[in-house]
């Protein structure tokens, strides 16, 4: 089976990351930062699905730059007191210490929307003078081919810029975060945890050799490497507040009444940290694999 064009965005990055820890190591240097380097191949691969290029080269000072907007929204958003502002703005964002809060809030907002307005910008007028491609080769592109196609047809009201711009915030910072820190976590939890990290090399050895990368094709050939994976994604805390829900009935919880419409706010850590309520996960990975 030959590999697939994300895969193949992947193992560029993969290629980067391992050259930077290898030159790390020749060079002696103890301040290297891994973490760093996961991020920006993380969101190199991101960008280049979404907009068409990798953070190389020149391009490099961009990411850190958003990046770094990007975390310290992040942080805004998750303090207490920014999530009362977001509840309610129109007269907390008027109030002393609220107004300082939604101040930040929306000044990181606009740099990182700014920046996504820009690519869609330079994106659109090569479209505009190349024409219409008969593939796209990015997110970006396919949505220009489809508004162009609805424009022709009348129909401009699905299928606009803002759309495309909210589309593509929502898809650079949810999958930069999220994926940057499962993996940073997975590195922790096999730097701490040295036996998995040998079962899992012997695996990867055995099946792999080192005459080659792993690939998606070999998931299947590595029961071991999938359980540690789907373990780092079990145990590792991604959001300090999940996504708020609602009740749609009255119900009873531990012998505590939640009305019909409460807004809620479930941890999925709280589950997943639950042996009780994944038993069978946790049994299944610690008893056949003993790991982590």
Sequence with gaps: MGRTIIEDMIMKEVDRLLAKANESIKTGNKDFQLSSIVEI???SIINQILLGYRFIGETEQEFYEIKNIM?????????PLATIVMFYP??????????????????????????????ISSQLETFKLEGSPEEAT????????????REQNGDT???NLLQLRNL????????????????????????????????????????????????????????????????????????????LHYTTKDV???????????????????????????????YRHKQQFDIL
């Excluded at 129109?90 to 820009?118: C, T």
């Excluded at 990015?138 to 196609?149: L, S």
């Excluded at 910072?173 to 940057?180: D, F, L, M, R, Y």
Aim: aromatic residues 10%; charged residues 20%; neutral net charge.
């Design 71 to 79: 975390t310290k929204g992040i942080q805004i958003r998750g303090n």
């Design 252 to 282: 009873v919880i531990n012998g505590y009444k939640i009305a019909k419409g409460t807004t809620i706010a479930p941890q999925i850590s709280c589950l997943l940290y639950d042996k009780d309520v994944c038993k069978s996960i946790v």
């Design 138 to 149: 990015n997110f970006g592109e396919a949505f220009f081919i489809e508004m162009h196609r």
């Design 168 to 243: 593509l915030i929502d898809l650079w910072i949810a999958g930069q975060e999220t994926t940057t820190n499962t993996t940073n976590f997975g590195i922790l939890y096999l730097l701490t945890h040295p036996e998995a990290q040998a079962k899992m090399q012997m695996e990867l050895d055995k099946t792999i050799g080192n005459e080659r990368r792993v690939t998606l094709a070999d998931r299947s050939d590595l029961p071991y490497t999938n359980a540690v994976i789907n373990e780092t994604q079990r145990l590792c805390n991604l959001l300090p507040q999940n996504v």
């Design 41 to 43: 191949c993380i969101g």
């Design 157 to 159: 009201n699905e299928f």
């Design 90 to 119: 129109r007269v907390l964002k008027h109030l002393p210490y609220f107004r300082d809060y939604w101040k930040e809030l929306n000044e990181a907002g606009q740099i990182f929307q700014d920046f996504i307005s820009k690519q």
